[in-house]
């Protein structure tokens, strides 16, 4: 069975989800990934990250997250690009800001995926929070 790009994405989002990190969210990257997150109001001047710095990242969130859910909105995929209109929301396993442990964060996303050899190679993310 072939496995297409927007496949992948699915996947990616499903395994983020259930709190996968090291190899087995490190499976969906090319060793050469680049992610960029645009500024917003969690990270103000936003960020650009290796596979290293992601990988750590996810390290972190699940100790900021009790859970995270991704409900895709809408997906186009075409040749080595996918996009993906996302409502993500959080629940924090501690403050954060004005949020109390046990709240929920959430965001509209925009994400760009590119691939290569069936990894993702590029991220980038617009992630707009609601008030918090």
Known sequence: MSTTNLDTALRYLQALESGATGEALAAFFHPQVEQREYPNALTRTGQTRGLTALLAGAEKGRKLLSSQRYA?????????????????????????????????????????????????????????????
Request: proline share 3%.
């Open 72 to 132: 895709v909105r809408n997906t186009l995929a075409q040749g080595d690009t996918v996009a993906l209109e996302v409502d993500w929301s959080g629940t924090l396993a501690v403050p954060l800001r004005t949020l109390a442990a046990g709240d929920t964060l959430r965001a509209t996303c925009g994400m760009f995926l590119t691939f290569q050899d069936g990894r993702i190679i590029s991220q980038r993310n617009y992630d707009c929070f609601e008030p918090f």
